[in-house]
């Protein structure tokens, strides 16, 4: 690991731990917004006199809610994979240049997998998604 001292790497992981419940929390709430939606539209299609506006209004809020959860599942598995990191000894290294990432960017952003430069030189060559580790 990094020379991270033992007090900065235990901040960091509780707030991934707070991090990774919260996210996981959003998802059953967004899950059973979803349940309520999808029986309030079987409810509704049992009657006559549904207004559309009504059925699009709930179609649309059901659109909202899938995009929102993929979001959440996106940054929960980054969180997911920090934690791992954490086991395997290499929490704070980048995955692409094996520096160590600086502690403001890591305080800042705790799943952060790449140093400032590493992730700017990414995005410039259009990479965001960790490439496949050859080891």
């Not at 999808?38 to 049992?46: M, P, R």
């Not at 699009?56 to 599942?73: C, K, L, P, Y």
Request: aromatic share 6%.
């Amino acid at each position: 690991m990094a020379a991270f001292t033992p007090e900065f790497l235990e901040a960091q992981k509780r707030e991934l731990v707070e991090e990774r419940d919260r996210l996981q929390s959003e998802l059953r709430a967004i899950d059973q917004e979803l349940i309520r939606l999808g029986q309030s539209q079987s409810d509704e299609g049992a009657g006559v006199g549904n207004h559309m506006a009504d059925e699009g209004s709930d179609a649309q809020e059901q659109e909202t809610d899938m995009t929102v959860r993929v979001s959440i599942e996106e940054m929960l598995g980054e969180v997911q994979h920090a934690l791992t990191k954490f086991e395997s000894g290499d929490y704070g290294i980048c995955e692409d240049t094996n520096e160590p990432i600086a502690v403001a960017r890591l305080e800042a952003l705790p799943y952060a997998r790449y140093t400032v430069q590493a992730q700017e030189k990414r995005e410039v060559l259009g990479t965001y998604r960790p490439l496949p580790a050859v080891r």
